[in-house]
Nanobody, 120 residues
Framework: QVRLVESGGGLVQAGGSLRLSCAAS????????MAWYRQAPGKQRDLVAV???????NYADSVKGRFTISRDNAKNTVYLQMNSLKPEDTAVYYC??????????????WGQGTQVTVSS
């Protein structure tokens, strides 16, 4: 019933910027926590940034000062502004949402992932 569609990934040079978007659609009453994760080849999925419905935000230490997470509740969309990108940021980025729908209690949903590649 709920799907998350990501966009904005691509190839950039070190020091460049990208803005990722993830729009949730379907049977949604309220979205609680939204977050961005990333997974590099051969590595586990790591939390990048998280924002709850009240606006509280936390970042991984590796991206503090460079990335900014935000959300537009009217559009059911979460964003990740990535500045000063490094080759180490190369990964598949996944958005996550904990959703309360009209048919279910809260459930977790994941986007399909979008590739971010940072060249040196």
């Amino acid at each position: 019933q709920v799907r998350l569609v990501e966009s904005g990934g691509g190839l950039v040079q070190a020091g460049g910027s990208l803005r990722l978007s993830c729009a949730a659609s379907g049977s949604i009453f309220r979205i609680n926590t939204m977050a961005w994760y990333r997974q590099a080849p051969g590595k586990q999925r790591d939390l990048v940034a998280v924002i709850n419905s009240g606006g509280s935000i936390n970042y991984a230490d590796s991206v503090k000062g460079r990335f900014t997470i935000s959300r537009d509740n009217a559009k059911n969309t979460v964003y990740l502004q990535m500045n000063s990108l490094k080759p180490e940021d190369t990964a598949v980025y996944y958005c996550y949402a904990n959703v309360q729908s009209g048919s279910y209690s809260t459930r977790n949903f994941w986007g399909q992932g979008t590739q971010v590649t940072v060249s040196s």
